[in-house]
């Protein structure tokens, strides 16, 4: 019995074909014991390490790392009685001289019976005639012998020679018998009698795809199904299916330059997005709502345009509006605030420079009127409609687009009923202004037409908590559904 025994890799799991050699944990020369891990092998379901069938020296590795290797084909050689001496030389196959018979070549023997360790440890019989070389797993006590591939003959002729010598024949080297494997027999439906071979993630494409198994031509190793074969069954399929519909020419669409706009994004544009960006990321934003009944807003307004001092002036529902932020803020000052992350500081401001978001040509900006608090209702009127003019015209200074404290976005003018502002950088709240509408509405206990809007207040939470953020909106609201008793009782 020779004293090299070679090393298959062993069955891993039921229908797993082949593993990966991840990496050794031995060397060619290293001396090894009985069920010391000496390789780690990764399969399609796990990654597991591979004990020693035998102690002793390890003579030869055949599988490198990152080598896919069949299951059943040898990966290690083990000297099992390293104490008996050196290896003899191996005999060279060109050498001239009768070929040795089986009986005399140092021929290196498969795993067999001879010398196994008890039963239930790893090298040693288990049941069902399997050799225990993993808990669950091991290959057969026979040679491993492989499948034919597709299109390869089916059984080879037996290499045994005839019964006593004969003259005229030349001495052969032995051969070792292979046993006819028949390939699957397939049945009247076209479907496999045997064992369908397939990895776990090609058994699920094929489960995806509604692709039998059963009925798929394996082109793998060992006759096994692989992705392209599924996905080849299931094209198949498809085409089937449509063979009968009548195929429908489409001109092909061209998404190419020709058909794009490239919009540069430089001065206030850039500015604005970077600006949003900023304050997106940077304050947590919450945003309250609150529905107004403004009707006797509106009729305050008609009564304004009507006076001698607003004959001039475009008197619209934003300057009611941006009077009642004025003065809420003077009954709630840490409103009009900004948070210093330098000197980890809330800085709370004693005037308002009241921005009003503008789009433009050139982008959203938002010029503020600055010290807005101190002026009159005739002034505030002049100082918002020379702010919208100049915007409009596109030569709004920068000087007025900085240190703003607090900022109105009428959307309503755009049919928008409200919105979730983005805070300009530096403050800390920023008031929506919706659309004016026909609604109805449940007044002095009877349900008639109201004008209606809605308003959306957003803060930031680091300095306005949601208290203070209601009671703020409440009041804006508060002056907005009767501007006129406001004025008297909050001035």
């Known amino acids: 019995m020779s ?22 944990l031995v060397k060619v ?43 059943g084909a040898r990966i290690v050689a083990i000297d099992t009685d390293p104490s008996a001496g050196a290896l003899p030389p191996p005999s060279d196959p060109g050498a001239a001289g009768p070929v040795p018979s089986p009986e005399s070549l140092a021929a290196v023997e498969m795993a067999s019976a001879e010398g196994a360790v008890e039963p239930g440890l790893i090298g040693g019989p288990a049941p069902g005639g399997r050799t225990a070389v993993l808990v669950g797993y091991g290959p057969k006590t026979t040679t491993a012998k492989r499948r034919p591939r597709s299109g390869t003959p089916t059984s080879a002729p037996s290499a045994t020679p005839p019964s006593g010598p004969t003259p005229a024949q030349a001495p052969a080297a032995p051969t070792t018998p292979v046993a006819p494997t028949p390939e699957p027999v397939a049945a009247p439906d076209g479907h496999r009698t045997g064992p369908v071979l397939a990895k776990p993630p090609v058994r699920k494409l094929a489960r995806d795809l509604g692709v039998d198994l059963a009925t798929v031509a394996g082109t793998g190793p060992l006759g096994s199904v692989t992705r392209e074969d599924v996905q080849q069954a299931a094209l198949g399929a498809k085409q089937t299916e449509t063979v009968d519909t009548q195929p429908i020419t489409v001109a092909a669409a061209g998404f190419d330059a020709s058909r794009e706009q490239r919009i ?27 529905t107004v009944d403004v009707t006797r807003s509106m009729k305050a307004l008609e009564k304004i345009r009507r006076r001698r001092e607003f004959a001039e002036l475009r008197v619209s529902p934003l300057l009611l509006v941006a009077k009642a932020v004025l003065l809420a803020v003077k009954r709630h000052p840490m409103v009009n605030s900004a948070w210093s992350g330098e000197t980890n500081e809330i800085v709370v401001k004693d005037y308002v420079n009241l921005g009003i ?72 709240a920023i008031l929506a202004l919706g659309a004016i509408r026909e609604m109805p509405w449940v007044h002095r206990g009877k349900v008639k037409i109201r004008q209606v809007t809605t308003l959306g207040l957003s803060f930031d939470h680091r300095i306005i908590d949601g208290e203070l953020g209601s009671k703020f909106l409440r009041d804006v609201g508060e002056f907005l559904s009767d501007p006129e008793g406001a004025l008297l009782s909050w001035t």
Do not use: C, Y
């Open 3 to 24: 004293r090299v025994k070679e090393f298959n890799l062993p069955d891993l799991g039921e229908g797993l074909t082949e593993g990966e050699i991840l990496a050794w």
């Open 357 to 428: 978001a503008a789009a433009t040509e050139r982008g959203l900006i938002v010029p503020n009127v600055k010290d807005a608090g101190r002026l009159t209702l005739r002034e505030l009127a002049e100082a918002l409609n020379a702010l919208v003019q100049v915007a409009k015209s596109g030569r709004t200074p920068p000087a007025d687009m900085q240190s703003g404290t607090f900022s109105i976005t009428n959307v309503g003018v755009f049919g928008v009923d409200t919105g979730t502002p983005i805070l300009p950088p530096g403050e800390s």
């Open 29 to 71: 020369g290293d001396t090894i014991e009985l069920n010391q891990p000496i390789v780690e092998v990764e399969t399609a379901k796990a990654a597991v390490e591979i004990p020693a069938k035998w102690g002793g020296v390890v003579t030869q590795i055949f599988a490198e790392a990152v080598t896919t290797v069949e299951v």
């Open 264 to 290: 540069a994004v430089k001065g206030v544009r850039k500015l604005t997005a970077d600006n949003m960006v900023a304050s997106a990321f940077t304050a947590p934003h919450v945003t309250e709502f609150l």
